[in-house]
């Protein structure tokens, strides 16, 4: 395996956020209401500061977990573009 230098190293999990938008405001007790839109989008601190780390063109590198679910196997995907020197995700316990 080839090493490659790094700024900055995060380690944590990757979890997805789903991210609403729309009219209705979230209350207490309440029943469906509709929304404009939803998305899923790559979520957790960790996660979060790693993107951020790569915008102004630090190196960075994350080791982390994440479920084995539909939404954070697609988490893990969308973190890892075209990536195959990762793991598959794996179940927790």
Same mark, same amino acid.
């Given at each position: ?8 190293? =995060? ?13 209705? =405001? ?6 469906? +209401?509709? =929304? ?5 989008? #790559?979520? %957790? ?13 630090? +190196?960075?590198?994350?080791?982390? #977990?994440?479920? &084995?679910?539909?939404?954070? %196997?697609?988490?893990? =995907? &969308? ?10 995700? #794996?179940?927790?316990?």
């Amino acid at each position: 395996m080839t090493e490659r230098a790094v700024n900055i190293l =995060v380690a944590g999990q990757i979890n997805p956020d789903l991210i609403l938008s729309g009219a209705c =405001v979230p209350e207490f007790g309440q029943v469906e +209401k509709l =929304v404009d839109s939803a998305s899923l989008t #790559i979520g %957790s601190s960790s996660a979060i500061i790693a993107c951020g780390a790569a915008r102004p063109g630090l +190196k960075e590198a994350f080791t982390g #977990i994440c479920g &084995a679910d539909i939404f954070c %196997s697609s988490m893990w =995907v &969308a973190f890892h573009p075209g990536s195959r020197r990762h793991r598959r995700p #794996i179940h927790a316990g």
